[in-house]
């Protein structure tokens, strides 16, 4: 019997079996919609968990902040040097994965930053317990890695403002930035105008590009 060949279609099974089971586990880990709170669709036709959760995406919406719904949290995932430890022994190795697949509410690409939304912290019972268990686990990530991140509470819901306050001063002096790109200053009474005009809508005056 040639063991090397043996060796060789053995290793290549078990490396198909844990990718698949990885895969398989992904899929069972991840948070049905209606889980927690209410279902709720927000400005922009996005079906989110909570009523909560769907005030702080029209807000964003309102501030032309954009995010991403439920985007993948994880950690490194299957590390390569452990598949080729694992084909070099012929399988006494085990595939070193991270089993944890956890989803955040919102993140915004723009600042790199996540946004949590604790709706259900102060909730009794099997719910809330769960919750919280996830919300730690989420937590320990965040800081862990060293991932921005904005909580939200309940009791922040009227005033997003101040919440959010670091990210819409940035977003708005971005704004004004492009804005300032694509515009010019008439010469004769200072007033902004489009670099497509020709002439000043407040004076007259004739801009020269």
């Given at each position: 019997?040639?063991?090397?060949?043996?060796?060789?279609?053995?290793?290549?099974?078990?490396?198909?079996?844990?990718?698949?089971?990885?895969?398989?586990?992904?899929?069972?880990?991840?948070?049905?919609?209606?889980?927690?709170?209410?279902?709720?669709?927000?400005?922009t036709g996005?079906?989110?968990?909570?009523?909560g959760?769907?005030k702080?995406?029209?807000?964003?919406?309102d501030?032309?902040?954009?995010?991403?719904?439920?985007?993948?949290?994880?950690k490194?995932?299957i590390?390569?040097y452990?598949?080729?430890?694992?084909?070099?022994?012929?399988?006494?190795?085990?595939i070193?994965?991270?089993?944890?697949?956890?989803?955040?509410?919102?993140?915004?690409?723009?600042?790199?930053?996540y946004?949590?939304?604790?709706?259900?912290?102060?909730?009794?019972?099997?719910?809330?317990?769960?919750y919280?268990?996830r919300?730690?686990?989420?937590?320990?990530?965040?800081?862990?890695?060293?991932?921005?991140?904005?909580?939200?509470?309940?009791?922040?819901?009227?005033?997003?403002?101040?919440?959010?306050?670091?990210?819409?001063?940035d977003?708005?002096?971005?704004?004004n930035?492009k804005?300032?790109?694509?515009?010019?200053?008439?010469?004769?009474?200072?007033?902004?105008?489009?670099?497509?005009?020709?002439?000043?809508?407040?004076?007259g005056?004739?801009?020269?590009?």
């Amino acid at each position: 019997m040639n063991w090397k060949l043996f060796g060789i279609i053995f290793s290549l099974l078990m490396i198909f079996y844990f990718i698949v089971r990885y895969k398989l586990t992904r899929k069972k880990d991840k948070k049905d919609k209606t889980s927690f709170g209410v279902e709720t669709v927000t400005k922009t036709g996005i079906t989110v968990r909570s009523k909560g959760e769907a005030k702080v995406a029209d807000f964003l919406t309102d501030n032309n902040i954009e995010y991403e719904y439920e985007r993948e949290i994880k950690k490194q995932g299957i590390k390569p040097y452990s598949i080729i430890l694992f084909i070099l022994t012929l399988g006494l190795i085990k595939i070193k994965r991270n089993n944890d697949y956890l989803l955040s509410d919102f993140y915004l690409p723009k600042f790199d930053t996540y946004v949590e939304y604790w709706g259900l912290g102060q909730v009794k019972g099997e719910v809330g317990d769960q919750y919280n268990k996830r919300k730690k686990i989420k937590e320990k990530m965040y800081k862990k890695y060293n991932i921005k991140l904005i909580s939200v509470y309940p009791e922040d819901i009227k005033n997003l403002n101040q919440v959010f306050s670091a990210v819409l001063s940035d977003n708005k002096t971005n704004s004004n930035d492009k804005e300032n790109e694509d515009s010019y200053f008439c010469n004769e009474c200072g007033e902004k105008v489009d670099k497509t005009s020709k002439f000043c809508n407040e004076c007259g005056n004739t801009i020269e590009n």
